[in-house]
């Protein structure tokens, strides 16, 4: 496959190819949990689909691409792709995470890694002084949301890139948000880049995965080791939905962009709303970056209203479009309250000092036509 092909082509193209058997354009579903052997040891590149299985390869050779990268390893879900990062850990090690990150990574480093041994410190990444002084003797991993779930801040990966080189440690972004049709952090300094492709990915919300994307070599095999030993590997069925969905992947991302732009707009401008949260509005802390970073600004908003809880379950207790529903990414707008369900295992001081009210809302704008979504937030907010 040619290096210089567009996303919109990669996203179609890449890892795949007609079936040589069949002329089937689409790559086949290989159920197969076992594979013929010509012979002990003798085989044609598969034994067992917890290892490795066609389609799976299949997908993690396309997001590989899409990334701009070289190794693709496929799990069960987000947690399980970012729990086989942290699995490349030793007791003793040090990881430096960003302070506004999803509630699961939160509950992944705190709940299960710290008890064997691993330490973490959570920093605003948005002042590089901050995460430098945050970086001890011990430290392994510098691990980015950018932009964070939920305050949506950007961080420099391109700063960061340098930085982590500097000391000799490995800096990983979660670009679930942004996916590669946004940003892709590789080609800014990253050493690894991991994906929930539960979410934009797949774009439909009927798939659970997660994948990570490396050029590391010595990185990706150990991952590879903790794939198959481990085993939280996706089905067949699901890598085939998610490589179903990233064939629209660019078309979908420009128009939630597009959409959740508007809304910002509608959403910064209405009475009952203290604060808008989006990387495209000049009031946006990090709006400069977005434009040197990110292609467009995302589908993602957040907002502060006023009122406090009480609104907040008004609203979401009143919108017909958007369905009240964690997760992100799919086709169909979602909204959801932050402190009460996806950032509920983050202590309430936490979410205090980190800025997540009980006024904090979250939308995950669809594919719906934008008129139509502004006029169901227009009727919930009143």
């Known amino acids: 496959m040619r290096k210089d092909l567009e996303l919109d082509t990669l996203a179609i193209h890449a890892g795949q190819s007609p079936d040589p058997q069949t002329g089937a354009v689409m790559p086949p579903i290989h159920l197969s949990s076992t594979f013929a052997q010509q012979g002990p040891g ?65 509950r992944l480093m705190d709940k299960v890694f710290a008890p064997l041994g691993i330490e973490w410190s959570r920093v605003d990444m948005t002042e590089l002084r901050t995460v430098e002084a945050a970086i001890k003797p011990n430290t392994k991993l510098l691990w980015v949301e950018t932009p964070t779930n939920p305050l949506l801040k950007l961080v420099d990966i391109k700063t960061l890139g340098w930085l982590a080189g500097t000391h ?75 490589l179903r969905g990233l ?10 962009c597009e959409t959740a732009h508007a809304l ?32 467009l600004p995302g589908g993602m908003i957040t907002c502060e209203l006023r009122g406090g809880l009480p609104a907040a379950r008004a609203v979401l207790s009143s919108t017909e479009l958007f369905v009240c529903a964690e997760s992100l990414g799919g086709v169909e707008s ?40 502004r006029h169901d937030l227009e009727q919930a907010l009143g």
């Open 42 to 106: 003798q085989h044609r590149g598969f034994e067992y689909s917890r290892t490795d299985n066609p389609t799976r390869r299949t997908l993690e050779q396309c997001v590989a691409a899409l990334e701009g990268g070289q190794q693709g390893i496929a799990f069960a879900s987000g947690s399980a792709a970012s729990a086989a990062l942290l699995g490349t850990l030793a007791p003793g090690d040090h990881v430096v995470v960003c302070d506004d990150v999803y509630g699961g990574t939160y």
């Open 168 to 242: 000799g440690i490995r800096l990983i972004v979660d670009n679930t948000f942004a996916t590669p049709v946004l940003q892709r952090p590789l080609l800014l300094g990253a050493h690894a880049v991991v994906h929930s492709s539960t979410k934009y990915l797949n774009g439909h919300s009927d798939v659970v995965g997660g994948i990570v994307i490396t050029d590391d070599e010595e990185l990706a095999r150990r991952l590879r080791f903790l794939q198959n030993a481990v085993g939280a590997v996706p089905s067949p069925f699901d890598c085939y939905l998610v």
């Open 247 to 256: 064939k629209t992947l660019p078309v979908r991302m420009r128009r939630h």
């Open 264 to 295: 910002a707009i509608f959403l910064d401008s209405h009475p009952r709303v203290a604060r808008v949260h989006y990387p495209g509005l000049p009031t946006h802390p990090q709006h400069a970056l977005t434009g040197r970073q990110m292609t």
């Open 334 to 373: 979602l909204i959801e309250h932050p402190a009460t369900m996806t950032h509920a295992s983050v202590p309430a001081d936490a979410r205090a000092a980190l800025g997540i009210s009980d006024g904090l809302i979250r939308l995950s704008v669809g594919l719906e036509a934008e008129v139509d979504l």
